[in-house]
């Protein structure tokens, strides 16, 4: 089945520090999505993306699609504390089923 | 428009008992989704739904676990005389028949004494 992995499992950063997680698909993908979760919160979906190299901007976070569409990166620039949480990306569906990464868990330290 | 409604937020069961976890969808949105979530670990796809219908349940336990999105009201997912493993966060997720991306409920934290 569909394999999505997330690198690294945690990160701990410095306010104002950068920070990228990344997805990595064993097979091609159609899409991507790209979720947040802060702690003891409920999965938030932040973006989707569809096209081969693709990136997208929302404020201070940058998406990226990779040209093979085998990986996915988010990027976020000057960490702030509201950006702790667990960042996931998922897969699209393999038949019926929605695989998540195992998500970065990314700490801000103010 | 409300966004996905869960209930209980907060479920404490006995050994043996049943639990029952209820989702509400978006208005709209025909498809539901129930995940497990143990803490610091990740989304385990349980089931997927339409009404009436479940389109996909492999990721369910065949034993004691099972779930419906009838015509009218909430999708439940129901748990038969649970067992300390299935301590955790049960979310539900729905999204509308042309998918772009999925809408969480805030999940239902299960504990089992």
């Known amino acids: 089945g569909q394999q999505v992995m997330q690198i690294p499992q945690y990160q701990h950063v410095q306010e104002g520090e950068d920070f990228t997680t990344y997805c990595n698909s064993s097979?091609?993908?159609?899409?991507i999505q790209w979720y947040k979760q802060r702690p003891g919160g409920h999965p938030v979906f932040l973006i989707q993306?569809?096209?081969?190299?693709e990136v997208k901007k929302q404020k201070r976070l940058t998406f990226q699609f990779g040209e093979a569409k085998k990986n996915s990166s988010l990027h976020i620039t000057a960490t702030q504390t509201t950006d702790v949480g667990t960042y996931f990306c998922?897969?699209?569906?393999?038949?019926?089923?929605?695989?998540f990464g195992t998500g970065t868990s990314l700490t801000v330290i103010p | 428009n409300a966004g996905v409604m869960q209930n209980p937020r907060h479920l404490v069961r006995r050994r043996g008992q049943e639990a029952r976890l209820r989702c509400s969808p978006m208005?709209?949105?025909?498809?539901v989704y129930w995940y497990r979530q143990l803490p610091e670990e990740g989304l385990k796809f349980m089931v997927y739904?339409?009404?009436?219908?479940?389109?996909?349940e492999s990721g369910m336990p065949k034993e004691r676990f099972s779930a419906e999105f009838p015509k009218e009201g909430p999708s439940i997912l129901r748990i038969q005389q649970v067992v300390r493993g299935d301590s955790a966060a049960y979310f539900c997720?729905?999204?509308?028949?042309?998918?772009?991306?999925?809408?969480f409920g805030p999940g239902t934290r299960l504990t089992v004494l």
């Open positions: 998922a897969g699209p569906p393999t038949g019926n089923q929605f695989y």
């Open positions: 208005k709209g949105h025909s498809h």
């Open positions: 993306l569809v096209k081969s190299g």
């Open positions: 997720a729905s999204s509308p028949p042309t998918f772009l991306g999925q809408y």
């Open positions: 739904l339409q009404k009436e219908n479940i389109i996909d």
């Open positions: 097979t091609t993908l159609s899409n």
